[in-house]
């Protein structure tokens, strides 16, 4: 047998930092419902040419095999690597049965065979929102969409998150504008700039599109355009270049700014230099950052697409973004950022005197959880000093005793110890479940 | 680009029934934490060699592969078929962080290999309850984690679920006592009897481990003895055959159907037909059916194990059962016999009377979701009887109105319409969520 040890890439949480995850997996959940958005679960494969349809991601992905089908007679299954490709095959497979705009989140694990460095995890949890038409979507979704995420991850006990957005007819009217033609590639060198820095992205830019020093300096002067106003646009126009598609760019991109502002102050800044090196984006493209915790990269990133779904026939256009779950949690739990005020669901411990009266104790947990509070009936009759630590131990707020005076709690964090009957008693609301804390780790 | 189809044996719902499935999880959860159970998730991998560690289940695996690791430097991983298998190496491998008995609950996605026929899948939801203990665990959990799952599914909006029990040690007592030594294969060929029928089971104990015609006639007696009290002792007392191992049995097995049903009347029989063919079991062994599906098979099963986990120094014997999410799903799903209410998570939709009223809107459907009632924007400005047949096809109860004479909500079931504050009014508490409901299915 082999030693037991973590496998690279493959996080898990102790119950306490699980607690802390479905924590955040139930809010997540309660804002999208909120807005309306219907919760799908996509099976975890995908036949492997889809999942090398989307481009560049062929390194990432984990075929499956049989252990007894030695002839590989199987079609060839992968594990899907994120949720937009599952998304796209569950809309054409099941169009006639959704109603459009279809609005849906999804909060699953994917699975990526990447080298698992700079904290990149080969499975991990994301949670997406998409609404998707058909045949067309209207612009304000790219205006509601981050918001959606802003007001998600608002709630979630996390550093604050700022979103930047930009707009891919912005970039492409730009770069056709100052004559560069090879637009998906100058935005795949685009997006490296904050890894490599200027004066590499001049060097790729010459040798991957042909760009002369001037193109590559108009190139990086956009990029280095910021703001939350009309006035991010009239910079833009103040480099000297037009085109239809740049305008109708830029008018979005103030839409955006200038509506997300106006319902959540602060919550979004036009950015340039969000590049997004996928090919599918069309329209609004977004990132993002968890204040203080740069370093992380984006959490939450997005776009609109207008043909990544097609059957043919139709067109299924969307927008949608995606939170790296396991990225947050990975800094919140592995950083004590956030620890709940106990490690286990129980509110209440239900001790034994002797094991003649576990019955007894069972019938006490049972009217306890009849009424919504956890309840354990101790699994042995040990001293009661004893039970009482293995409660401590837990984090468990309160014993219960059945004695012959009579039934009485104890809070065994203040001491006091009260006559109670299981069928009325009730602790304070903040007692019933764990609550999330500041850790150690916040006030670094 | 391969055609889009379903996958055999990787089912999906539709928006609607995930509706069905989430509250299930839900309700699944609430009951493992009322009763102080903690949740973990585990990866989806595990090393092959310990996936093949627990015997028999080699033809069901599916191993990965990274596309990109033509040399299979990888070391072999396989996704787990199980939460069992997780659960032993998560035990050995955070022992140190871990209180025990430890009282963990499990709701993930397994996948195993199998040709999917007969209703089997190759991706499916379990829900698994176990309590560990270290070096020891008491015998009364064996009877406090059946009563688990059997309120667990009383909640749960599906048919009622029975509870059958046996015991590993009557049955090895009893074949010893008769003269049947290969006492796990015996118990794989009894197993059997329900699919097989006893003519074949007397001749595959016969050819399977050397039964004479009189064991194999004793060992069908002993499977066709039920009981919800001490007389199934009597009974088996009564076919004339003693020893200590089954007499410790018969007595675990009396405690368990009576102190099951003193706590839950009717949840539990003792049947000594069930067999379990997996080898671990050591004590206690649970199966279950679904009233009015038995086709199914059992739904809920598990037992007491003594061995399944240990690291050499220190052992972790466990008691726990398996809910087969999926199973149930498919039936209650694909048969209609439950739907919800409606068929997305919106109570109400907020109309748009022409596109500079967008703002307005958004700002309404914020001031209700504020309130926790969910709301969505219209996605066009279309006349209202469009935007009210948007809500009402998907069942939407609420259609909102701004208008110059002030805003007006209408339930479009009745076509009640009132005039309504955003920040105050409020739907009846069955409209805030989807139900669940009967479906056609439910009375045929």
């Known amino acids: 047998m082999a030693k037991i040890a973590p496998i690279s890439g493959f996080p898990e949480w102790l119950p306490a930092g699980r607690i802390i995850e479905q924590q955040v997996i139930d809010l997540l959940r309660q804002t999208f419902e909120l807005h309306g958005f219907s919760g799908i679960e996509t099976r975890a494969v995908e036949p492997v040419e889809r999942l090398l349809s989307k481009g560049e991601t062929s390194q990432e992905i984990y075929l499956l095999r049989r252990l007894q089908d030695e002839a590989g007679t199987d079609s060839q299954l992968g594990l899907h690597f ?40 080969r499975e991990f949890l994301q949670a997406d929102v998409d609404v ?30 700022r979103i930047q957005a930009s707009n891919r007819k912005v970039a492409q009217g730009f770069y056709e504008a100052i004559g560069i033609e090879a637009v998906d590639e100058t935005l795949r060198i685009m997006d490296k700039l904050d890894k490599v820095g200027p004066r590499v992205v001049v060097q790729m830019l010459a040798e991957g599109v042909g760009a002369t020093a001037d193109q590559a300096e108009l190139a990086l002067k956009l990029a280095e355009i910021t703001g939350a106003d009309a006035q991010v646009a009239d910079r833009v126009r103040a480099l000297g270049y037009h085109s239809e598609l740049l305008d109708e760019g830029l008018q979005e991109l103030v839409d955006l700014v200038e509506g997300a502002n106006e319902l959540i102050p602060g919550s979004l800044i036009a950015d340039l230099s ?75 411990l239900v001790s034994v005197s002797d094991e003649s009266d576990r019955m007894r104790a069972q019938k006490t947990a049972r009217a306890l959880r009849a009424r919504g509070i956890s309840a354990e009936v101790s699994a042995n009759s040990a001293k009661f000093g004893k039970q009482i630590r293995y409660a401590d131990r837990r984090g468990i707020p309160y014993v219960w005793f059945s004695m012959d005076a009579g039934e009485q709690v104890k809070d065994i964090r203040s001491g006091e110890q009260v006559i109670a009957d299981p069928d009325t008693w009730m602790p304070p609301a903040a007692d019933l479940k764990p609550e999330l804390l500041s850790g150690k780790g916040a006030n670094d």
């Not at 304000?140 to 981050?146: A, F, G, R, T």
Request: net charge neutral; proline share 6%; glycine share 12%.
């Open 132 to 161: 998707v038409g058909q045949d067309s979507l209207a612009f304000h979704h790219e205006i509601e969409l981050p918001l959606v995420m802003i007001e998600a991850l608002a709630k979630l006990p996390i550093p604050r998150v």
């Open 274 to 348: 969000i590049a997004r090196g996928l090919d599918y984006y069309t329209g609004s493209v977004y990132e993002s950052t968890l204040e203080g915790h740069e370093d992380l990269g984006s959490v939450c990133s997005g776009g609109r697409y207008d043909s990544l779904v097609s059957d043919g026939k139709k067109t299924y256009p969307g927008v949608g973004l995606s939170i790296g779950v396991s990225r947050i949690l990975a800094r919140v739990i592995g950083g004590d950022l956030v620890v709940p005020s106990r490690k286990v669901p129980t509110t209440v």
């Open 82 to 121: 994120d949720l937009t490709v599952p998304l796209s095959r569950y809309v054409l497979e099941n169009a006639g049965h959704l109603d459009f705009p279809f609005r849906r989140y999804q909060i699953q694990k994917v699975w990526r065979g990447e080298r698992p460095q700079d904290g990149r995890f």
